[in-house]
């Protein structure tokens, strides 16, 4: 069954300090992997885009890693602000000619001053 | 602010009752999907359409429906509702077709409440 699990469920950290989410997943085929930032209320942002080839990127203080033959996925938050409390998702899509988005349920991390 | 532009914010109905959700893809896009996000689930990919044809389907219901106009704005259809159909809807788009390599931009949702 395709699968995404995100871990942890929820995160609680202190403002300045680094953090790091888990994604693994179950999905076949794989085409490529994506990290997404909700803040309450509101729409998904794109943070990243990973694909098979790819073991590591970065935007700004965020950086994904990527390893494709566990199946496991990682988002590093470094140096932690307030408005980083948000929901990070992990989303994997599937290869084929629509493809398919297989959503986590996502990490709900809360940064406290 | 995604360009995603999403009516109403808010919407409160009765079960049984039918609602419309409107979308109003970016400047560009011709591409635009449906995600319901349940309380505690993660987003559930509904259906996509594609410069007003059909392009994909997801875990959409039967008593659910979409189309997208020659406009490129989309609506979606939700009838019969039911009280598990409580949940935010989000409408996203992007400029082509196939999510490989293809960012798609949110909208800021719509909350549906059905009592």
């Known amino acids: 069954k395709n699968q995404v699990e995100q871990s942890p469920q929820s995160l609680i950290i202190l403002e300045g300090k680094n953090c790091t989410l888990q994604?693994?997943?179950?999905?076949?085929?794989?085409?490529?992997l994506r990290w997404y930032k909700q803040d309450t209320g509101r729409g998904p942002v794109s943070l990243t885009i990973?694909?098979?080839?790819?073991n590591t990127k970065s935007n700004g203080r965020y950086t994904a890693t990527l390893d494709a033959d566990t199946k496991q996925s990682s988002l590093h938050i470094t140096a932690s602000q307030l408005s980083d409390s948000a929901s990070y998702i992990c989303?994997?899509?599937?290869?084929?000619?629509?493809?398919?988005?297989?959503f986590g349920k996502g990490t709900k991390l809360s940064v406290k001053p | 602010d995604s360009g995603v532009t999403q009516t109403p914010k808010h919407l409160i109905t009765a079960t049984g009752q039918r609602v419309t959700l409107r979308c109003s893809p970016r400047?560009?896009?011709?591409?635009v999907y449906w995600y319901q996000q349940s309380l505690d689930q993660g987003l559930q990919f509904l259906i996509q359409?594609?410069?007003?044809?059909?392009?994909a389907k997801g875990n959409i219901l039967e008593r659910f429906s979409a189309q997208q106009f020659p406009d490129l704005h989309s609506e979606l259809n939700l009838s019969s509702l039911e009280l598990g159909d409580s949940a935010l809807y989000f409408c996203?788009?992007?400029?082509?077709?196939?999510?490989?390599?293809?960012?798609?931009?949110f909208g800021p949702g719509t909350r549906l409440t059905v009592l």
């Open positions: 994604c693994n997943y179950t999905v076949s085929p794989f085409s490529n």
């Open positions: 989303v994997v899509i599937r290869g084929g000619s629509q493809g398919n988005l297989i």
């Open positions: 359409y594609y410069n007003g044809e059909e392009r």
């Open positions: 990973m694909t098979f080839s790819e």
């Open positions: 400047s560009g896009d011709l591409s």
């Open positions: 996203a788009s992007s400029v082509i077709a196939g999510p490989i390599y293809n960012e798609q931009f």
